[in-house]
């Protein structure tokens, strides 16, 4: 079946603008994560939905970052008044009965 | 707090040599562990898990409490093998992998 797809693929901003990342997790897998993965910190935990609900928001370096998941399924990731050290790839990874996670492509962010 | 150390950046190895990557963590609770794996322009995946007990592609790895490892290793390193490999860790809630910071394998012919 379809694996954890991500849009967009790339994506080149400039500093202070905003950005939606989109991710699609596996069908009928509740859990969906974020992760960036950057240069300096490797990677790193971001948050986590169970189902439609965020338990978790502690990985959010700032508040300029936030995420919703809707519908138990897609989720967005907003980053606000971009900033150049934003630059990463973010990843998504969704995981269903067992907890195991399967990763998106991920979404290169580029911040000019 | 849970950490994962990796302390090797790269390894370098020729074809059919042995290869170990090594992975350490500090976690309080009961771990569960597991090796990711990042070929060139694809996706992260999952290679083993320490409960699984599986040998994937000739790789296998044995968690060590005593020792707090969980070592990745290969009797015979073959081209295809070269890759980003990725040790973690996931918390007893099972919602968040802590990463180790990676090693790169280089297998050269």
């Known amino acids: 079946g379809a694996g954890v797809s991500q849009s967009p693929s790339n994506k080149v901003t400039e500093k202070g603008k905003d950005v939606e990342l989109r991710c699609d997790p596996i069908?009928?897998?509740?859990?969906l994560y974020w992760y960036r993965q950057s240069l300096g910190q490797g990677l790193e935990f971001l948050i986590y939905f169970q189902g439609n609900s965020a338990p978790d928001k502690s990985g959010l370096p700032s508040d300029r970052f936030s995420a919703e998941r809707t519908g138990g399924s897609v989720s967005t990731l907003t980053i606000q008044r971009t900033q150049q050290e934003d630059s990463a790839v973010y990843l998504c990874?969704?995981?269903?009965?067992?907890?195991?996670?399967?990763f998106g492509p991920g979404t290169r962010l580029t911040v000019l | 707090a849970q950490r994962v150390t990796q302390p090797e950046k790269l390894l370098s190895v020729f074809k059919g040599a042995p290869v170990e990557l090594k992975c350490n963590y500090s976690y309080s609770g009961s771990p569960e562990l597991f090796w990711y794996v990042q070929y060139s322009r694809q996706r992260l995946q999952l290679l083993l898990r320490h409960i699984s007990r599986e040998s994937i592609k000739g790789f296998t790895a044995d968690l060590n409490k005593g020792e707090t490892s969980f070592h990745l290793k290969k009797p015979f390193a073959q081209e295809e093998d070269s890759a980003m490999y990725y040790c973690?860790?996931?918390?007893?809630?099972?919602?968040?992998?802590?990463f180790g910071g990676g090693t790169r394998l280089m297998v050269k012919p």
């Open positions: 069908s009928g897998h509740t859990a």
């Open positions: 973690a860790l996931i918390n007893n809630a099972g919602n968040m992998l802590t």
């Open positions: 990874a969704s995981s269903g009965d067992t907890d195991t996670q399967y």
